[in-house]
């Protein structure tokens, strides 16, 4: 195993982009039909903000790049660039809850622990600013992996404003 991490740059965006689609197009199959996947693209992807904010972490495999993912101290629980209804406003670490957002991992490198990896930074680095707690909008592809890292079920959800309904699931962890 020869996973490394750094924090993201702009620089990494149109190679973070790529890996990005083809986890939607690709990990996404299992759960989803070809009109609900088209529509995940509208409703979830690569946040700009969290880039800027220095809280998306790159995951590297021998130098290759095998996943993404990162934290936020911001209000929007989930969505990428494209996304409507996203809200930059601060949460309150006493009382909200960090976000964790844009968990992908490249199709070549799935199970390898990318995701646990990546999660595990995110609630490091939300404890260390003093949140108590993470949540996230879970993807049914996602599901599997918060549930081994302990989030648990708080809601479901349809999210049908890329066109097809897409459900998720939103999921919380006490830090
Ligand atoms: C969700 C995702 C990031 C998981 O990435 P990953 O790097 O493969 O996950 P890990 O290797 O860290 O998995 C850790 C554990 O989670 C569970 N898990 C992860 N993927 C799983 C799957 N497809 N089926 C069953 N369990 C799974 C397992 O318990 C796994 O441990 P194990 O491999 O030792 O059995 C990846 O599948 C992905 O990019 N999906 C498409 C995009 C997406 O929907 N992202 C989530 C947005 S909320």
Request: net charge neutral; charged share 25%.
């Amino acid at each position: 195993m020869q996973l490394t991490h750094r924090i993201a740059t702009t620089d990494d965006i149109p190679a973070l982009a790529r890996l990005v689609e083809a986890a939607i197009a690709e990990l996404q199959r299992p759960f989803l039909d070809a009109a609900q996947i088209e529509s995940s693209r509208t409703i979830m992807g690569l946040d700009r903000q969290l880039i800027e904010d220095g809280t998306y972490f790159v995951v590297e495999d021998a130098g290759n790049l095998a996943g993404c993912g990162g934290w936020s101290m911001r209000a929007t629980l989930y969505g990428g660039d494209q996304s409507p209804g996203r809200s930059a406003a601060l949460l309150d670490p006493t009382r909200d809850p960090a976000r964790v957002r844009a968990m992908y991992t490249h199709p070549d490198h799935v199970r390898k622990g990318v995701g646990r990896l990546i999660l595990a930074l995110c609630e490091a680095a939300a404890r260390a600013h003093d949140f108590r707690a993470v949540e996230l909008m879970a993807t049914m592809s996602g599901e599997p992996l918060y549930r081994a890292c302990g989030y648990v079920p708080c809601e479901r959800v349809v999210d049908d404003r890329g066109g097809a309904p897409v459900p998720l699931l939103r999921m919380r962890k006490p830090l």
